[in-house]
């Protein structure tokens, strides 16, 4: 149990344009996703936490209106990246916790991750 | 002051030793203790975690939670080679998870 899925898992986009990434929890309903960003040989630094049918509460430095958080259903929020630039280019990976068989709200399982790569 | 802290290594154990990882963290009311482990180029996985002072087992691998020292480390058992890879101690806070910056753990065979 507690399986997340990100599609896709890899991304190659144009300077400028928008990227949107999606993270699923296929076998528990997530109260909450979380969206982390990770550059090479560097910690997992937190980006936003969502709860279902609400605004995104984004970490202090994160530009909200540049990284749309949805989390429109309890299984399934989404990342967009608006007008990317080569300086976005990271491993966003994204993870979910919730109520389920034997979870209690305060793990977090994390997705395979999206290598999204600007040029 | 880190709110979670980590060697960031490289720990280097030999294939078959006791590998040790050590996490201290600067939030005293803190309750809730995560170990997990992320291969290069892959996304973290939960391996364990605690929440009272003491140990855990599963398998291969303790937990060990000292509040009172503000510690906890996770031993590995039996290290084999696959078990190289970045380990990451996480602190709930709220309803998030303060992540320490890893430790490399490389088993040589």
């Known amino acids: 149990g507690a399986v997340v899925s990100q599609h896709p898992s890899r991304v190659i986009c144009k300077s400028g344009t928008s990227v949107k990434i999606e993270c699923r929890s296929l076998d528990f309903q997530a109260t909450t996703m979380f969206w982390y960003r990770q550059f090479p040989k560097q910690s997992l630094m937190l980006m936003a936490t969502s709860n279902e049918g609400s605004k995104a509460t984004y970490e202090q430095g994160v530009e909200k209106d540049k990284f749309l958080i949805n989390h429109a259903s309890l299984t399934l929020s989404t990342l967009t990246v608006t007008s990317a630039h080569p300086e976005d280019s990271s491993f966003y990976i994204c993870?979910?916790?919730?109520?389920?068989?034997?979870?209690?709200?305060?793990?977090?399982?994390f997705g395979p991750g999206t290598r999204l790569t600007v040029l | 002051q880190k709110e979670v802290e980590q060697n960031s290594g490289p720990l280097s154990v030999p294939e078959g030793a006791i590998a040790s990882l050590n996490c201290t963290y600067s939030d005293r009311g803190s309750q809730s203790f995560f170990w997990y482990r992320q291969y290069s180029g892959k996304s973290p996985e939960l391996i364990m975690f605690i929440y009272s002072n003491g140990d855990k087992e599963d398998g291969r691998f303790t937990a060990q939670l000292n509040k009172a020292s503000q510690y906890v480390s996770l031993l590995i058992r039996d290290s084999q080679p696959s078990d190289s890879a970045t380990y990451l101690c996480?602190?709930?806070?709220?309803?998030?998870?303060?992540f320490g910056a890893g430790t490399i753990l490389r088993v040589k065979s």
């Open positions: 993870s979910a916790s919730g109520l389920a068989g034997g979870l209690r709200g305060n793990e977090q399982f």
């Open positions: 996480a602190v709930r806070k709220g309803n998030k998870l303060v």
